[in-house]
């Protein structure tokens, strides 16, 4: 059972899977395969194996920097409101 579990998890969710990106003319487009660090190859993003590993989960930090321009920026819309005749 723990052998069928850790199977249905893919690639595409695991830390060693890196995709692979098309370039077009003004944007660049995910492909649906990508590159395994663990085993050194090709893989599509629906691919499962033995080696998944949670991607570590990225700390978003918030200063008071960050805060006070939220602020400004809501009471600016706060003033843009109230000033719009309905």
Known sequence: ??????????CKNCRYY???YIKCAYT??????GYCTQKQKAVYK?????LYKYRPQKEKTVTV???????RDLEELI?????CDY
């Open 46 to 50: 629906n691919d499962v194996c033995g």
């Open 79 to 83: 003033q843009i409101s109230f000033n």
């Open 65 to 71: 920097e960050h805060l006070d321009i939220a602020i």
């Open 28 to 33: 660049f487009n995910k492909h649906k395969a």
């Open 18 to 20: 890196d995709a692979f």
């Open 1 to 10: 059972m723990d052998a069928q579990k850790q199977n249905i998890r893919s």
